[in-house]
C-alpha cells in the first residue's frame, strides 16, 4: 500500500514536471527550432558516417547512401575481423586506458609535493612542468624515434604511452584543487601523523573524485585519439591502433570500400564518444577548470 | 599548507613527472636544436652545417609560404570555430528547456580524432561519390554557379574543405568552455538588461562577450596552437593539397622526415616550436593574471 500511494504521488510530480516542460517549451519555440536545426546540422556527418556503414561497400553511390542499408552487420564483421580492427580496438583501449591511469596517477604524486611538502624552486619545477606544454609530438618528432629505437621501445605498448605520462594539465588542476581544500581537514591529518601516501588514498583522493574522474576522461580521449605518435613508431600491424589502422583503411588509389571504411570510423569514434556522455559532468567541470 | 617536511620524499613523488619531462620532452627538443645544425649523408652520417639550414628557410620561397600558410590556416579556423561555438553557446545559455541535451548535442565533436575527421569528411566530400559534393553540386548549379568541388584539383576547394573539417572538429572545445563561462554570468545582469530593454545584438557585444572575455582570450590562444599541429591528419587525408597549396608547417615537416632529411626536419621543427612556445609562454602569462583576479 504505502509503495503504491508513493508511486502514485511520484507520477503525480512526473506528470508536473512534464506539464512544466512543455509549457517552458512553447515558451521559446523559434529558438528551439533554430537550436535543433543548427545541431542536426553540425551531427550530420556523423549521422551520414553511421548510415553509410550500413552500405554494400562496393555499389555505394550518391543516390543509394541517405538510408540505412543491407549490409550492416557484414561491414562490421568484415572491418573487424578481416580488415584487424578488432585487434587495433584492444591496442586502442589498452592505450588510452594506460595513457589515462599513467598521466593522473604519476600527476597526483607531483601535487601532492607541490602542495603539501616544503620545497625550493617551487615555481620553477613547476614552470618546467608547464613548458612542456609548448612541447608537442611534432617539435620532436626526429630525435623521439632515435630515443625509442635506443630504449627498444619501437613496436611496443610501453613506447606507445610512457611518452605521454607527463600532464602538465592535471599537475597543474590538481595542485589548484589540492590549495583549496581547507587547512582544518590537512591540520587533523598533520596531528595524527598521517604518512604522506594514506594521506593522498585516504584524504585527498576522495576529496578530488569529480576532478579525478575528468582528468581520467580528458586523458583517455587524448589518448585514444593520438594519430602521429602511433604511425611514426608502430609498424607491426599487430601492434597498431584504431585512428592508424583507419587511416590506412583508406587506399589512396584503387576502388575504395566506402562502407568498411565508415565502419570502421564507427568503430573508432564509439568509445571516445561513450565515455563522454557517460561522465559529462566530471569532464565539463574539470575542462572548464583550466580558465579559472 | 606545507605538512611534510622530508625533502627527498618530496622530490621522489616528483620523480616521475620530472624524468618522464626530461626524457621525453625537453632531452628530445634539445637534440632537436643540436640536430638542425648538421646535415646528413645517406641516412647516416652526420655533418656540421652551421645555420645553414636556418639561413636556407629563410630564403625559401616555399617555406616562406609554408608559414604564411600555417598562420592563416590557424586564423580561419580559430576565427570560425570560436564564432560558431559562440553562436551555439549562445542559444543554449538563453535556452530554458532541455539544455543538458543541447549541450551535449553541441559538444560531442569534442571526443572525436582529427583522424576519424579526416577520414569521414573525405568520403563525404569524395569527388566521385560524396553525398554532401553531390549536394553542394546540384545547389550551386540551381544558382547557374560553375564550381569544381574536387579537393584534389581544386586548391580554393582544398582550403575550404580543410579548413571547415579543422573548424567543425574544434567546435565542441569551444562550447565547453564558453558555455561554463557564461553560466558564470550572474542572473541579476540578464534582469537588468531585460528590464532596460537591450535588444540582443547589443546584449552579446556590450555584455556577454566582454564579460567572458577571459575565457575568449584563453581560447584564441590554445586554439591557434591547436591549429598549428593537430589537424595533421586532414592534411594527410588530402596529401598536402593539389601543388602542395596546403603544405603547412607541420605537414611540411612530416614530409622532410620522412625523406630522412633530418638536419632540415629539424630546423623547421624549430621553427613550429618557436611559434608554438611564444603562444604558450602568453597563455601562461594570461592565465597567470586572471588567476589574480577573479580565480579560485
Request: proline share 4%; no cysteine.
Amino acid at each position: 500500500m504505502a509503495s503504491e500511494q508513493g508511486q502514485t504521488t511520484q507520477r503525480a510530480s512526473q506528470m508536473i514536471d512534464t506539464t512544466a516542460i512543455k509549457q517552458r517549451l512553447r515558451q521559446q519555440p523559434g529558438l528551439h527550432l533554430t537550436l535543433i536545426g543548427s545541431l542536426v546540422v553540425l551531427a550530420l556527418p556523423v549521422i551520414m558516417t553511421v548510415l553509410m556503414s550500413t552500405q554494400p561497400s562496393t555499389q555505394i553511390s550518391s543516390s543509394t547512401l541517405a538510408g540505412i542499408g543491407s549490409e550492416g552487420l557484414s561491414n562490421y564483421q568484415e572491418v573487424l575481423f578481416e580488415a584487424n580492427f578488432a585487434t587495433y580496438l584492444v591496442n586502442s583501449l589498452i592505450m588510452a586506458l594506460a595513457i589515462a591511469v599513467g598521466k593522473v596517477g604519476i600527476a597526483l604524486l607531483a601535487a601532492l609535493a607541490l602542495v603539501y611538502y616544503d620545497l625550493p624552486f617551487k615555481r620553477l619545477i613547476l614552470l618546467f612542468i608547464l613548458f612542456t606544454l609548448a612541447l608537442p609530438v611534432p617539435v620532436r618528432i626526429v630525435p623521439m624515434y632515435e630515443i625509442m629505437v635506443s630504449l627498444d621501445w619501437e613496436n611496443s605498448m610501453l613506447g606507445l604511452v610512457v611518452p605521454y605520462f607527463a600532464s602538465a594539465t592535471s599537475v597543474l588542476l590538481l595542485r589548484q584543487h589540492f590549495r583549496s581544500i581547507s587547512d582544518s581537514m590537512v591540520e587533523s591529518a598533520k596531528l595524527d601523523g598521517v604518512g604522506p601516501l594514506k594521506f593522498l588514498v585516504y584524504v585527498l583522493i576522495p576529496m578530488s573524485r569529480s576532478m579525478i574522474a575528468g582528468l581520467f576522461t580528458i586523458a583517455f580521449i587524448w589518448g585514444w585519439n593520438q594519430y602521429l605518435w602511433p604511425l611514426i613508431i608502430i609498424n607491426d600491424q599487430s601492434k597498431q591502433v584504431l585512428q592508424v589502422g583507419l587511416a590506412q583503411l583508406n587506399p589512396t588509389a584503387g576502388e575504395a570500400l566506402w562502407g568498411l571504411i565508415m565502419a570502421g570510423a564507427v568503430i573508432t569514434l564509439l568509445i571516445p564518444m561513450v565515455l563522454m556522455l557517460a561522465l559529462r559532468e566530471p569532464l565539463l567541470d574539470t575542462v572548464s577548470m583550466q580558465t579559472k | 599548507m606545507q605538512v611534510y617536511r622530508n625533502r627527498i620524499q618530496g622530490v621522489l613523488l616528483l620523480l616521475p613527472t620530472l624524468v618522464v619531462s626530461l626524457a621525453f620532452f625537453y632531452w628530445p627538443a634539445w637534440k632537436t636544436i643540436r640536430l638542425s645544425r648538421v646535415r646528413t649523408i645517406g641516412g647516416v652520417q652526420k655533418i656540421p652545417n652551421g645555420w645553414d639550414h636556418f639561413t636556407a628557410l629563410a630564403t625559401s620561397g616555399a617555406f616562406q609560404y609554408s608559414v604564411l600558410a600555417s598562420f592563416v590556416f590557424a586564423f580561419v579556423v580559430v576565427a570560425g570555430s570560436m564564432l560558431i561555438g559562440l553562436y551555439l553557446s549562445y542559444l543554449i545559455y538563453r535556452v530554458s528547456a532541455g539544455q543538458t541535451i543541447y549541450l551535449v548535442a553541441a559538444i560531442f565533436t569534442y571526443a572525436l580524432s582529427f583522424a576519424v575527421t579526416a577520414n569521414i569528411m573525405d568520403v563525404l566530400f569524395n569527388p566521385n561519390v560524396g553525398l554532401f559534393k553531390e549536394a553542394l553540386m546540384i545547389a550551386t548549379q540551381a544558382f547557374g554557379i560553375q564550381f569544381t568541388f574536387d579537393h584534389t584539383t581544386n586548391p580554393l576547394w582544398a582550403w575550404i574543405f580543410a579548413t571547415g573539417a579543422t573548424m567543425w572538429k574544434m567546435i565542441g572545445y569551444n562550447v565547453i568552455f564558453m558555455m561554463a563561462a557564461l553560466s558564470g554570468i550572474p542572473e541579476s545582469i540578464n534582469e537588468t538588461a531585460r528590464l532596460d530593454g537591450v535588444g540582443t545584438v547589443r546584449l552579446v557585444t556590450r555584455v556577454y562577450i566582454p564579460m567572458i572575455s577571459p575565457t575568449l582570450a584563453f581560447l584564441a590562444i590554445v586554439n591557434t596552437v591547436n591549429a598549428f599541429f593537430l589537424p595533421f591528419p586532414v592534411i594527410q587525408e588530402i596529401s598536402g593539397g593539389p601543388s602542395n597549396t596546403l603544405n603547412i608547417l607541420i605537414y611540411d615537416i612530416w614530409m622532410t622526415y620522412n625523406n630522412s632529411v633530418i638536419g632540415l626536419a629539424s630546423a623547421k621543427s624549430l621553427v613550429l616550436f618557436t611559434i608554438i612556445g611564444l603562444l604558450t609562454a602568453g597563455q601562461l602569462y594570461l592565465s597567470d593574471r586572471f588567476a589574480h583576479y577573479g580565480g579560485t
